[in-house]
């Protein structure tokens, strides 16, 4: 992959690496309200892990009006970004 495109409402950021992307996503755009428990957390990837890992697929497709092509590509940006991911250069650019 050349590059992790943001994908978050229109924005159109694109960084080297994935420990980058999720930096931006949790510190540039508003916190994502979770539909099913209204939990705030930060929007795209981690309001992804969290629905997906906090709840069933059933609680997230009439939460969110969603499909099974809905579940599978956010199933597959998960997958993606949770084998590329380095925690500890995350941590460190999200100075944790």
Request: net charge negative.
């Amino acid at each position: 992959m050349t590059g992790w495109a943001c994908g978050i409402g229109g924005c159109d950021a694109v960084f080297g690496d994935v420990e980058s992307l999720l930096a931006h996503q949790a510190t540039e755009h508003e916190r994502h309200e979770c539909a099913v428990c209204g939990t705030v957390v930060p929007d795209g990837f981690f309001a992804i892990r969290h629905v997906f890992d906090e709840h069933t697929r059933a609680e997230f497709v009439r939460a969110y009006d969603a499909d099974s092509d809905d579940i599978r590509e956010r199933e597959d940006v998960k997958n993606r970004i949770e084998e590329e991911v380095e925690v500890g250069a995350l941590r460190e650019r999200l100075d944790l």
